[in-house]
């Protein structure tokens, strides 16, 4: 891109923010010659924002149309993050952006003023919770990617405090959602989003449904010694979900059709935002507490935030489990590196290490501003980025005709694995992102794990290149593809479309489902290429003819697969109900479906009444036609089975875990809120509000000991 055309006005918001965003890249590079594009980006901080970043060249009025644009886009991408949990850009691309907003408020601090203010805090409610006022205010984090700048942080304060080496503790930055949780006489009574920092959602229920949180403070420690409990604390910490739990729920969506989560991050923030949790959320969520919001009284405050951590252990809440200490600003590089050395073996995302003043007297002395505290500071890992060549885009057919663009790279190696492609999601996403092939793309390993697309090189676009037209027909059976109003993905309508046949078997054959061994893609390939596979169905009549001739192999083979099918014809239930390949029916749903309804025509029955299931209901009968006897779940207990339960409050001897896992073993459902369709709820000590709300609705009310006469069958 020629300097002049990035310094003219561009009618799109979109393209003016690109172009300041290019306008920025240059000038830092101008300024730090002989450093590569990542380096010189990652040497400027929010902190040491400075006029100086801002070319001459604009005159007020760009200036003015400019700061709105990037206000405007910060905003949505605030929005994005923060209230739908789908964030666009990487968290990086992000901090550039605002980056560059406040070197322009620097450089015209009245035409800022002029300009309606972006918050610096964001705004995560979502207007679905009851909300609820903080008690002190959450704050947020001055972020660097600079090591210059955490040595003049640690000056800055040294001088303030008039002290040589300050002593400080470095704690990984958790990557989640923010939390604030209250105990009141050492029993949990809210849990609360960060909301605009001032006000936040109320999501106690979710929280106690989702994360394992110790609901009472221990009031005594292991040696016996009395362990004081304030009598209101308001703690702080992060909700995420680790590495493990994301890879089993992103698998349990793939399986079930669904759009798997780019980053643990959205996971964690997009279950605790649902009203109706999803079951296999459950116990999903982690919570590491770092810090307090207020206590009461302030003289049950430790001392620093060494001391912090060991009292939140006394009371058996889930802290920070590994921490770094520093004096001086040589050791708090060297500790922050340590840190990041660290990093890999992290079972939690982090995206950088946040820098505290160990003393909370010193930590009161400098005080906060109005969005962030003085006292600390968010050093920001830098994500591996690579750029790269677009070979071409393909377009995958999912199973439910769901049609994808693929962007095919010439590979990079990134975070120490080769990229060859990556997802560009959708129609929609790849007409915003305007990717072509023959383009160069900046690719980062989201969360360290998917490979994404976050820019493209425009100055090194073909002369001759033009937009990627999307196709108008599906790729495999040339059905002109569909949209559903609202939705941002295209779809092939047809049924019988050999793409989505192939992903269909090949999910039907997958190990989470039938587990036919020998069926894997080649095979699956070979029978419907063949014609002898139409329909899942016609897995169940296949001959040893059909076999041989779809070129699998001589007799031995083809009587291995037989016996292979012959034996699937028992299998569980639940094996066939997930293997339907029913939009939002995984693993764990379709467990509890087979547990319900115990029967394939039990099941096909109850779906009589809902016309989008038509389908699936031709192929069960099919299925029963073709001779498959799933075996049901071992028998469960007619008085739990199919019935929902909503648990409240402490029970005498279960855990609500324990509860959860008896209900369900017996066929039951738990629920996260009282409704008409509650059967009963079973109240423990100091229940919530879900007793009245029973009461309210005439929803039956148990103890403990009725639930376990009702587990024992009685
Ligand atoms: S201390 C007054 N410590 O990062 C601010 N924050 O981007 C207290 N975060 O708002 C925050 N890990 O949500 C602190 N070890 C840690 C953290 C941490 C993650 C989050 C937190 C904060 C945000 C700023």
Redesign the pocket.
Known sequence: MQLRSILQWHPRPRERVQRLLVLGTLLLLLGTTGRCATDAAASVSSTTTTAANVPAALTPEVAQRELAALRAEVARHDALYHQKAAPEISDFAYDQLKRRLRALEAAWPKLARATPAVSEVGDDRTGLFQTYRHRAP????D?TYAEADLRAFQTRLAKQLGAAALAFVV????????VSVTYERGQLVRAVT?GNGVEGDDITANVLALCRLPRRLRATCDDGTPNPLPERIEL?G?LFVTFAEFQRLNAEREAAGETPFAHPRNLAAGAIRQRELPREATRALSV?F??IGACEPASALPLSQQALHAQMRAWGLPG?AQVWTARGADELWAAVQALARARPGFAFP?DGA?I?LDSFAQQREVG?SDH??RW?I?YKFAPERAETLVRGITVQVGRTGMLTPVAELAPVTLGGSTVARATLHNRAELARLDIRPGDFVSVEKAGEIIPAIVGVNRAHRPADSAPYVFPAVCPACRTPVVARAGEAAVRCPNADCPAQLRRRLEHFASKACLALEGFGPATVDALVTSGRVKTLPDLYRLQRNDLTAAGLGGEKTAERLLATIAASRRAELWRFIHGLGVPQVGATSAKALARQHGSLAALAAEWAEKPELAPHRAVIAELLAAGVEPTPPSAANANLAGKTVVLTGTLPSLTRAQATAKIEAAGGKVSGSVSRKTDFVVAGAEPGAKLAQARALGVPVIDEDELLQLLAGE
């Open positions: 959450m704050l947020s984090l972020k704690e990984p930055k958790f990557d989640g959602l923010a960060r702080r992060e590491a770092y810090g920070v982090t946040v505290k906060e962030a505290p600390a968010a």
